[in-house]
């Protein structure tokens, strides 16, 4: 069972913590996380642009000018593409992007991921984190961690003032343990979260849990 340093706010060592195998010791599956992550930002698009084709624009009833005879090319309407108010060639209409990612992928892929975390030693797990909502007061935890590239900070539920605390902190994404989602963790350097938060980790996407949802 694989196991991971515990630290205090000041950067204190704080003992050591058991993780669920199922859930941080997983094996690194590329291939799914790429799945997972195209599917979620394929999810995220509106899908609602849309501009006219030259059947749409208004106008353009007449022939320009006569066939032959005056030395220009021919024409046969001014809202053709090549003209300016003209409509558009392969025009974008509206459309849905969704892709569907069955739950057991999707959890292979969060699990992947975190586990990736864990074994590149990228997770910092904290015994509790408790701050006044001020930037300087969680910019000082972070100083403390030694942490200074791209974090991910996962909290869990009811955490409103570590999420004031951290949200003018250019380099700093938070996310709901709840709610965390694979594009977060792989696109951030560093995860840091707290017991409390992988304890609900745990608990959400254990195989047990998934299989009974």
């Not at 991971?4 to 003992?15: F, P, V, W």
């Not at 701050?131 to 409103?160: H, Q």
């Amino acid at each position: 069972m694989p196991t991971i340093k515990i630290y205090k706010q000041d950067g204190s060592s704080a003992g050591t913590m058991e993780l669920d195998e199922s859930v941080f010791g997983v094996e690194y599956n590329e291939a799914v996380i790429h799945q997972v992550v195209v599917a979620q930002m394929a999810n995220a698009r509106q899908g609602t642009k849309s501009t006219l084709t030259r059947t749409e624009v208004t106008g353009g009833g007449r022939k320009p000018w006569r066939q032959k005879g005056t030395g220009n090319a021919r024409q046969g309407s001014i809202r053709a593409p090549q003209w300016k108010g003209g409509g558009v060639v392969f025009a974008p209409k509206p459309r849905c992007f969704r892709k569907k990612v069955n739950k057991l992928v999707r959890m292979t892929a969060i699990t992947s991921a975190l586990s990736a975390k864990l074994s590149d030693g990228n997770l910092i797990v904290l015994d509790k984190l408790d701050v006044e909502p001020k930037t300087k007061n969680m910019a000082a935890v972070l100083k403390a961690l030694k942490v200074e590239s791209r974090v991910l900070l996962v909290l869990p539920n009811g955490s409103d003032n570590a999420l004031r605390a951290s949200r003018n902190i250019p380099n700093v994404r938070t996310a709901a343990s709840e709610q965390l989602s694979v594009y977060d963790v792989v696109a951030n350097s560093v995860m840091l979260t707290t017991v409390d938060a992988i304890k609900a980790l745990e608990q959400k996407y254990t195989a047990k849990e998934v299989a009974a949802q």
